[in-house]
């Protein structure tokens, strides 16, 4: 009988070994990026401080400072992004969101809703933006059986057990890294934005219209489902659209989404009704069409956190010191960065022929 009792323990500790080792390759394996600190950070922000979350893609992530929100205004926030954003994505990413967190706020990047049917369908690569970095649970595991053979035609396996995808790369992540993801230690220094040294000139063009294109069935019915599950859980959310490029078909699309959201007891918010307000240059405050520099994203953060502290009345958490423990130490460095990344915009405009670089649609 003790035999026996001994043969089971030691089985069970070889179990546990065996899958702590496994979980261990598995994030050692990974590809080390932004996208991993974007979604792993989140799990590593104190519990119940944020109180606003941005939710969402590179149209999330590239526009919204949280430290400068903190720093000009005391918000407690976090952009939980990763690129190519799609639409059915999102409930998911709302559920991580409450497993820790209980916001105010959750801040919904709308151009998913908008861009599913056209210039950026579901992808392998899309879906793997997130789900790499997405942490083991039955969500996660719930997510992949429905939309990857739904919408890729593709089987689960490489996406349930990815540690087959990337097991012969070599790229890896620190030992110290992998830890603090395991552990949910690993923070976010920028608290989920991306800094990224580009400029390009633009040519403004007209978008104005209060007329309404329907978008896709399939994409209606997965903003639907998201308006569904923000009811169930008496979240109050605001779909955004940040400034961008936007054509008059899209300003189109995005009237007929804001109709379903505004009918749907959530708020909408088109930033880019509010350029001149924000006085974005077309010139010099652009990645590409779709996406502002530092420069732009200074701008928008400052108009957007002024617009949450005056419909919202989010907390102005300076002062406090658990709060200013989450933010002031990350004063520094961000600064720092924000100035280099400022320098080699600077120089990119300086180079001959920039003034050449028109893009429009």
């Known amino acids: 009988m003790k035999k026996h009792i001994f043969n089971i323990i030691k089985i069970l500790i070889f179990i546990i070994v065996f899958g702590f080792f496994y979980c261990f390759l598995t994030v050692f394996k990974k590809p080390v990026n932004y996208k991993l600190y974007n979604v792993t950070g989140l799990y590593a922000e104190r519990k119940n401080s944020l109180d606003m979350v941005y ?10 400072s949280p430290i400068d929100a903190y720093k000009n205004y ?17 409930t998911t990413m709302v559920k991580e ?16 809703f908008q ?14 933006a997130y789900l790499t970095y997405l942490k083991p649970s039955k969500d996660r595991y719930d997510l992949i059986n ?35 993801v395991l552990f949910d230690k690993n923070k976010h220094p920028n608290k989920g934005f991306y800094l990224l040294a580009k400029t390009i000139k633009l040519q403004e063009q007209e978008r104005t219209t209060d007329d309404i294109k329907p ?56 930033a880019n009704d509010y350029i001149k307000e924000m006085n974005l240059n077309y010139a010099y405050d652009f990645i590409d069409i779709d996406h502002v520099n530092i420069y732009g994203a200074e701008k928008y953060t400052e ?15 300076r002062g406090d010191k658990l709060y200013d423990e989450d933010f002031n130490n990350l004063i520094p460095k961000w600064n720092q960065n924000v100035e280099e990344t400022k320098k080699a915009i600077k120089e990119i405009i300086a180079r001959k022929g920039y003034e050449e670089e028109i893009q429009t649609k």
């Not at 969101?97 to 998913?112: C, E, G, M, S």
């Not at 689960?156 to 790369?169: I, N």
Request: aromatic letters at 14%; proline letters at 3%; charged letters at 30%.
């Open 55 to 64: 939710i969402g893609g590179s149209a999330a992530f590239v526009y919204y």
């Open 74 to 90: 005391g918000i407690s926030s976090y952009v939980y992004a990763a690129d190519n954003m799609q639409a059915e994505l999102y």
């Open 97 to 112: 969101v409450l497993k820790t967190q209980n916001p105010k706020l959750i801040v919904i990047d709308a151009r998913a």
């Open 115 to 128: 861009y599913r049917d056209t210039v950026n369908k579901p992808s392998e690569k899309a879906y793997r």
């Open 146 to 180: 429905k939309i990857v053979p739904k919408y890729l035609n593709q089987k689960t396996d490489s996406y349930h057990f990815d540690l087959k995808l990337y097991h012969s790369s070599e790229e890896k992540s620190l030992i110290k890294t992998t830890l603090k």
């Open 215 to 270: 978008i896709g069935k399939e994409t209606e019915k997965l903003l639907n489902e998201l308006l569904d599950y923000l009811e169930k859980r008496n979240v109050k959310a605001l779909f955004v659209v940040s400034p961008y490029l936007q054509t008059k078909t899209e300003k189109m699309n995005f009237n007929y989404i804001e109709k379903i959201i505004k009918s749907r007891n959530q708020d909408f918010l088109d």
């Open 303 to 317: 108009f957007f956190t002024k617009y949450l502290v005056n419909n919202y009345k989010l907390p102005d958490r």
